[in-house]
Antibody
């Protein structure tokens, strides 16, 4: 079955950096676009970024553009999110989610990023 | 960006009674391929979101048939025919017609 397992969340100071990972299994990772989506504590869902199956097409939400970088390693069935210049408002649970035509289907369990001094 | 607006935001329901959640988009979600890309997700307490419905009315595998989706263009509805205790959680609509994907604010379903 499809499994997505995020890791890398931590407590980091404002201005700091963090790299999240998502390990995929149960499907052919290289055939799918992938997304990062976040949820601030007690809040709704915010789409963060999207990467095509080959990694050649990438989009970011306006709130993270220029600070976050999405990437993937199809040989390792892994998705990444490099987060720089972190702000308090980046505090959230970050989910990786498999893209499908018309949105997303499977989500990981999430990893918590806390930005605080 | 496509703005998604849900109502109500809080939904107390008696066990065994029906429930209905509305979702409106600021633009039509009908794509040039003729499909309408509106999804519904359930997020139980402490869990990650689970997709229930895709393309307005298609139930995902394993989703009970008491869940149904309907609508077109910019107006959509998720219905639960008879609410069970396991249905407690937050329900989100999401548009998948273009990035940035956007979500409704969420509707919190609780048992009265």
């Amino acid at each position: 079955q499809v499994q997505l397992v995020e890791s890398g969340g931590d407590l980091v100071k404002p201005g700091g950096s963090l790299r999240l990972s998502c390990a995929a299994s149960g499907f052919t990772f290289s055939d799918y676009y992938m997304n990062w989506i976040r949820q601030a504590p007690g809040k709704g869902l915010e789409w963060v970024s999207y990467i095509s199956d080959s990694g050649t097409t990438i989009y970011y939400g306006d709130s993270v553009k220029g600070r976050f970088t999405i990437s993937r390693d199809n040989a390792k069935n892994s998705l990444y999110l490099q987060m720089n210049s972190l702000r308090a408002e980046d505090t959230a649970v970050y989910y990786c989610a498999r893209d499908t035509l018309g949105g997303v289907d499977y989500w990981g369990q999430g990893t918590l990023v806390t930005v605080s001094s | 960006d496509v703005v998604m607006t849900q109502s109500p935001l809080s939904l107390p329901v008696t066990l065994g009674q029906p429930a209905s959640i509305s979702c409106r988009s600021s633009q039509s979600l009908e794509y040039s391929d003729g499909n309408t890309y509106l999804n519904w997700f359930q997020q139980r307490p402490g869990q990650s979101p689970r997709r229930l419905i895709y393309k307005v009315s298609n139930r995902d595998s394993g989703v009970p048939d008491r869940f149904s989706g309907s609508g077109s263009g910019t107006d959509f509805t998720l219905k639960i025919s008879r609410v069970e205790a396991e249905d407690v959680g937050v329900y989100f609509c999401m548009q998948g017609i273009r990035v940035p994907y956007t979500f409704g604010q969420g509707t919190k379903l609780e048992i009265k």
